[in-house]
């Protein structure tokens, strides 16, 4: 005789009672692995099985890099207006409230200060998730306030880089960001400290081309992609097929445009050595 006999035929669960998995508990690689977010996180967004470093935003990054995650947020209310009453599809004023309500953020760009092994640090760090890191005048007004903040407290600068360039709804007025950075980042340099650019997947457009290359130490993720244009741009204006990879950290390392290639679980202990030896 069976030990199990099956009373009743069939899932009698109501729809309504069903539970499903909560959303964000789980994260597929690039090789088709899962793996629960949990050790992904404790693995500082690392896959473990092949070392590719997901794509994380400021929120996580400020995770990794401050102790016990306390930072202060500089002009953390700060957002765009629309000074060239710019519309496509959509308004610019309708484009920035659905990305501020997709991802909870102002603009692609926040500014902090806090401590990272006891030593005094400033960071802005950018948002891809925001209309793809674009480069705007928020971006740069909170870059320049937070060398501001920088220099007034006599505190090293790091910028997070992870955008697309700069925002074509802002023209001109985005463009001008590179100039503004730059000079504020000049300044850096005339107060004796120091300035660390980290570059992350992907670095383009004129964010390359302004701040991200301007650190006194460059570094860069394994595997990011850096470049001003695209492949396809650069192969059509000067008629030759490109190196493999050559818009990618490790070429890029090997050309000296990059000092470091960090693994990002190494990044708080590599940053923290730097700053010691910048300081000193």
């Known amino acids: 005789m069976a ?4 009373k009743e035929q069939g899932i009698q669960t109501p729809t309504s009672e069903k539970k499903d998995s909560p959303d964000g508990l789980w994260y597929k ?3 088709g692995k899962i793996i629960h977010m949990q050790e992904l996180r404790e693995n500082a967004y ?35 207006g629309n000074p060239l009453n710019f519309k496509d599809s959509k308004s ?11 991802s909870e953020l102002k603009d692609a760009c926040r500014t902090v200060y806090g401590k990272i092994n006891g030593l005094d640090l400033v960071v802005s760090c950018m948002d891809f998730s925001f209309i793809g890191g674009s480069m ?98 650069i192969r059509e204006t000067i008629g030759k097929d490109l190196p493999k990879g050559f818009q990618s950290a490790e070429f890029l ?5 990059v000092d470091l290639i960090v693994n990002r679980r190494e990044l708080k202990r590599k940053l923290t050595t730097i700053l010691k030896m910048l300081q000193n």
């Open 136 to 233: 705007g005048s928020v971006v740069g007004e909170k870059i320049a306030r937070g060398i501001d903040h920088a220099i007034a407290n006599k505190m090293p600068f790091m910028m997070i880089s992870k955008s697309g360039g700069a925002r074509m709804m802002e023209a001109g007025f985005s463009l001008m960001q590179m100039a503004k950075t730059s000079a504020k980042l000049a300044l850096l340099e005339e107060a004796g400290l120091p300035y660390i650019s980290l570059l992350t997947d992907p670095t383009t457009g004129g964010v390359t081309a302004s701040y991200a290359m301007l650190g006194d130490i460059n570094i860069a993720e394994p595997g990011a992609l850096i470049g001003f244009a695209g492949p396809r741009v």
């Open 3 to 6: 030990w199990f006999k099956r």
């Open 92 to 102: 610019y004023e309708d484009r920035i409230a659905a990305s501020q309500k997709k």
């Open 46 to 80: 690392v896959c473990p099985d092949d070392e590719f470093h997901v794509r994380i935003g400021s929120k996580e990054y400020f995770e990794i890099i401050f102790d016990d995650n306390e930072f202060t947020e500089l002009d953390e209310n700060m957002t765009s």
């Open 29 to 31: 690689t690039n090789q």
């Open 253 to 257: 390392q090997e050309q000296g445009f």
